[in-house]
């Protein structure tokens, strides 16, 4: 079926695409470093600390419960607040947790962080971009919705390859840092 707004001459029609495009980069980011390159680290985590693997794995856990128990909130917070405020606080605690990832030296701080990142999830992941996509697309909702779930699994490619070549020049520490840079910054701006 043809869609007719992507057709016309409408300034709409080629902002709801740019408006999918910022939500495909932070879904791209938040998802590629959460879901699929944190565990590259664990290694590191290991040699480094000298921590156990059921240790190092404990905070996806809590990552995980986390993020089930704020998904809800952040459905309400959807409901009564712009959607473009509450995926700027996520892409903001996101950004702040993995500045604080390399600096860590203890279990529980590592614990912390993913619990930050799992509540950051929750407010600039899935939910908020499917709200935000919704209300842009009430035609071509099906073709957009694939091209941004897409993002995770093109974030889940191009971020581990990233990391694991930092990893290898400069070290956890130093390649956190500049993931949180670029993951930051790259959510921030497409707000």
């Given at each position: 079926?043809?869609?007719?707004?992507?057709?016309?001459?409408?300034?709409?029609?080629f902002?709801?695409?740019?408006?999918?495009?910022?939500?495909?980069?932070i879904y791209?980011?938040?998802?590629?470093?959460?879901m699929?390159?944190l565990?590259?680290?664990?290694?590191?985590?290991i040699?480094?600390?000298?921590?156990s693997?059921?240790q190092?794995?404990?905070?996806a856990?809590?990552?995980?419960?986390?993020?089930?128990f704020?998904?809800?909130?952040?459905g309400?917070l959807?409901?009564?607040?712009?959607?473009?405020?509450?995926i700027?606080?996520?892409?903001?605690?996101?950004?702040?947790?993995?500045t604080?990832?390399?600096?860590i030296?203890?279990?529980?701080?590592?614990v912390?962080?993913?619990?930050?990142?799992?509540a950051?999830?929750?407010?600039?992941?899935?939910?908020?971009?499917?709200?935000?996509l919704?209300s842009?697309?009430?035609?071509?909702?099906?073709r957009?919705t694939g091209i941004?779930?897409?993002a995770?699994?093109?974030?889940?490619?191009v971020?581990?390859?990233l990391?694991?070549?930092g990893?290898l020049?400069?070290?956890?520490?130093?390649?956190?840092s500049i993931?949180?840079?670029a993951?930051?910054?790259?959510?921030?701006?497409s707000?």
């Amino acid at each position: 079926m043809n869609d007719p707004q992507t057709h016309s001459k409408n300034p709409d029609t080629f902002r709801r695409w740019g408006v999918l495009g910022g939500l495909f980069m932070i879904y791209m980011a938040s998802n590629g470093i959460t879901m699929h390159t944190l565990p590259l680290l664990y290694p590191e985590l290991i040699e480094t600390f000298g921590w156990s693997e059921t240790q190092v794995t404990l905070p996806a856990t809590i990552f995980f419960v986390i993020g089930a128990f704020t998904s809800p909130p952040a459905g309400w917070l959807l409901d009564r607040f712009s959607p473009r405020i509450i995926i700027l606080s996520g892409s903001i605690i996101m950004a702040a947790a993995l500045t604080f990832y390399a600096q860590i030296s203890t279990l529980w701080q590592l614990v912390v962080i993913y619990g930050l990142l799992g509540a950051g999830l929750s407010l600039c992941g899935l939910v908020s971009n499917m709200v935000v996509l919704s209300s842009w697309f009430s035609t071509a909702r099906g073709r957009a919705t694939g091209i941004l779930l897409m993002a995770s699994s093109l974030g889940g490619t191009v971020f581990p390859l990233l990391v694991g070549q930092g990893l290898l020049a400069w070290g956890w520490r130093d390649t956190v840092s500049i993931v949180a840079f670029a993951t930051g910054a790259t959510m921030i701006f497409s707000v």
